[in-house]
T-cell receptor, first 115, second 111 residues
């Protein structure tokens, strides 16, 4: 069964350092999502791609976060510089299309700890 | 901001009992979905119910939707220890394709 791949699974960094997360969605899925999930809370959408285009990044802290999906396949989320409050699980998900029925398939996540 | 609010926040039951979780939301929706998350892992899609549906079943899961009250419930029958997880409702609003997750219900099933 096809799965969403994410790496790394765990990342520990010091504040002010740069970090990057990678996501490979299920083949053929046009829509890719990056979520941040703070412990004890639900996922919060950071950015949504339709192919290579950003369709929603309203909750992305653009002064320090950036995301790209250059060829409309895999994606990278970067934080520079990292802050203590960025410690969270970063989840990537994909779905076949933006038809309004957005069943999403999630990867295992990257747990970020900022010291 | 999170649209869905799950109730209760946490639920502890014995194996074999039924578990009911509720979700309330604020705006008009196209559909509502329920997801499960095991500790420290990604979310797994359980079931989707469209705005013109009132009830849906999948195995031991039963979901209801009341659009007039802007609420949904997830019933897990004959619970098992393996059902221990967090359960989230997620709504797709009529105004766009953005999916908004609630804060989740943490279910603990004791063997």
């Amino acid at each position: 069964e096809a799965e969403v791949a994410q790496s790394p699974r765990y990342k520990i960094t010091e504040k002010s350092q740069a970090v990057a997360f990678w996501c490979d969605p299920i083949s053929g899925h046009a829509t890719l999502y990056w979520y941040r999930q703070i412990l004890g809370q639900g996922p919060e959408l950071l950015v949504q791609f339709q192919d290579e285009s950003v369709v929603d990044d309203s909750q992305l802290p653009k002064d320090r976060f950036s995301a790209e999906r250059l060829k409309g396949v895999d994606s990278t989320l970067k934080i520079q510089p990292a802050e203590l409050g960025d410690s969270a699980m970063y989840l990537c998900a994909s779905s076949p299309g933006a038809s309004g029925v957005n069943t999403q398939y999630f990867g295992p996540g990257t747990r970020l700890t900022v010291l | 901001s999170q649209q869905g609010e799950e109730d209760p926040q946490a639920l502890s039951i014995q194996e074999g009992e039924n578990a009911t979780m509720n979700c309330s939301y604020k705006t008009s929706i196209n559909n509502l979905q329920w997801y499960r998350q095991n500790s420290g892992r990604g979310l797994v899609h359980l079931i989707l119910i469209r705005s013109n549906e009132r009830e849906k079943h999948s195995g031991r899961l039963r979901v209801t939707l009341d659009t007039s009250k802007k609420s949904s419930s997830l019933l897990i029958t004959a619970s098992r220890a393996a059902d221990t997880a967090s359960y989230f409702c997620a709504t797709d609003g009529t105004g766009g394709f953005k999916t908004i997750f609630g804060a989740g219900t943490r279910l603990f099933v004791k063997a």
